[in-house]
């Protein structure tokens, strides 16, 4: 005859005493996971507040021999003042730096920035129109985008005709900006290009060139 013996006293509170347990475990667990998501969301938020720096330290950083802090000021400039016109000054001076890089990102960002120019920064910006590197003529073109500067058009013309696709397509976005409507012979050309995002970029730029008065 088979005895029946019941459960023992001691196994309902280890039963409860693990169900407890598993429950503090699943709590802690979560809280991690709340606390992870919290960080990876406002960790750039934290960053870019406790690491931004002055404006007047980074005109004063666009002063230094190295290349590498100037243009980490310029960006920081963009990004951080991008309505102030007080480093302006500061950035036209860079447009005739002999280092490249330099050049090139204060291009860049005056145009951003719509600064204020005169012909010779249009000059020197233009400069950057007859480098071998196409992105260095893609960063000239863009600057110019963003400047009031017309009298960069006959210098931005021969691009039409430059090896890099990319190159044209940007030089016929230029021209819509800068352009009028006696420059479409030109662009016209372009309309039997075989590379199809030159055609669209050049049908666009006519196209907004013979809506201007």
């Given amino acids: 005859m088979a005895l029946s013996i019941g459960a023992l006293p001691g196994s309902a509170v280890t039963n409860e005493t693990t169900n407890l347990e598993e429950e503090d475990m699943s709590n802690i667990r979560r809280q991690w996971l709340v606390m992870a998501f919290l960080l990876v969301v406002l960790s750039p938020w934290f960053q870019a507040t406790a690491a931004a720096p002055t404006e007047e330290n980074l005109i004063k950083d666009l002063e230094s ?7 980490k000021a310029l960006q920081n400039l963009e990004r951080n ?5 007080k480093a302006v ?3 036209r001076k860079l447009l005739a730096d002999s280092r490249l890089e330099v050049k090139r990102k204060a291009a860049r960002v005056l145009g951003i920035l719509h600064g204020e120019v005169d012909q010779n920064d249009i000059k020197n910006i233009c400069g950057l129109l007859k480098e071998n590197n196409p992105a260095s003529v893609i960063d000239g073109l ?3 985008r963003g400047l009031n500067a017309p009298s960069a058009v006959p210098e931005i013309l021969p691009l039409l005709k430059h090896a890099h696709p990319n190159v044209i397509r940007d030089a016929c976005r230029t021209l819509a900006v800068l352009g009028n409507k006696d420059i479409i012979p030109q662009l016209e050309p372009l309309l039997a290009h075989a590379d199809s995002g030159v055609k669209k970029d050049a049908q666009d730029a006519i196209f907004k060139l013979k809506e201007k008065s």
Avoid: D, F, G, W
């Fill in 89 to 91: 000054p500061a950035i």
């Fill in 81 to 85: 003042y991008p309505t102030s016109t």
């Fill in 142 to 144: 863009k600057s110019l």
């Fill in 65 to 71: 021999p190295k290349a590498s802090v100037v243009t």
